[in-house]
C-alpha cells in the first residue's frame, strides 16, 4: 500500500510558486502601505516622510530576500532537469 510518489506537490515547487505570489504581490502591498500617510490625515509631515522612507527600506530589503530565494529555486530546478537529462540520455 505505500507507494514511493509523494502525495502532494514537492515541496521545492510549491516554495517557488508561494515566492512567486509573494513577489507579484509586494508591489501592490507596497503601493497600499506607501500611500496609507494619505489617509491620516493632519499634519504629520515629519511623522510621514520617516514612514515613507521606512516602507521604502522595508520593500528593497523584501524584493531582495524574494530574488535570491527565487534565483536559488530557480537554479536548483535547472540542476535537477539537468541531472534528469543526463541519466535519460536526452542531452
Not at 510518489?5 to 510558486?17: E, N, Q, S, T
Not at 537554479?75 to 543526463?86: R, W
Request: one cysteine or more.
Amino acid at each position: 500500500m505505500s507507494s514511493k510518489r509523494p502525495l502532494y506537490v514537492a515541496r521545492r515547487g510549491y516554495r517557488h510558486r508561494r515566492a512567486t505570489d509573494a513577489a507579484r504581490l509586494l508591489p501592490i502591498c507596497g503601493a497600499f502601505f506607501y500611500f496609507l500617510p494619505i489617509l491620516w490625515g493632519g499634519g504629520q509631515t515629519r511623522r510621514g516622510v520617516i514612514y515613507v522612507f521606512a516602507v521604502w527600506l522595508v520593500l528593497i530589503v523584501a524584493a531582495g530576500l524574494l530574488s535570491r530565494l527565487l534565483r536559488r529555486t530557480s537554479d536548483a530546478d535547472d540542476l535537477d532537469k539537468n541531472a534528469t537529462e543526463q541519466v535519460d540520455g536526452t542531452v
